[in-house]
Nanobody
């Protein structure tokens, strides 16, 4: 089973950018769909973006469309989330998750999770 480790979070001013990375162990990375989720204090975990096993299908939460881009490098067992034009409301813990080959939009459909990385957007 794949194991996931996120990195790249931090403190950024509104309007700035961050790039999150999620490195995976295991030889079957290319067979997994991957998702980035986030959870703010007092709120439910929500999908930010997801990508299927070969990178040809992506989905985005409406508020991040045009600002965030999910991508993957199967040769490096890594999935990325490029976040531009960050807003205060993007502040959350961001999690990487894996499941079978097709994308899914709810947390319960993912069976492997990373530990999360904090993203804080300041004014």
């Amino acid at each position: 089973q794949v194991q996931l480790v996120e990195s790249g979070g931090g403190l950024v001013q509104a309007g700035g950018s961050l790039r999150l990375s999620c490195a995976a162990s295991g030889r079957t990375f290319a067979t997994y769909a991957l998702g980035w989720f986030r959870q703010a204090p007092g709120k439910e975990r929500e999908l930010v973006a997801a990508i299927n096993f070969n990178g040809r299908n992506t989905v985005y939460e409406d508020s991040v469309k045009g600002r965030f881009t999910i991508s993957r490098d199967n040769a490096k067992n890594t999935v990325f989330l490029q976040m531009n034009s960050l807003r205060l409301e993007d502040t959350a813990v961001y999690y990487c998750a894996a499941r079978g080959v097709a994308v899914a939009t709810t947390p319960t459909e993912y069976n492997t999770w990373g530990q999360g990385t904090q993203v804080t957007v300041s004014s």
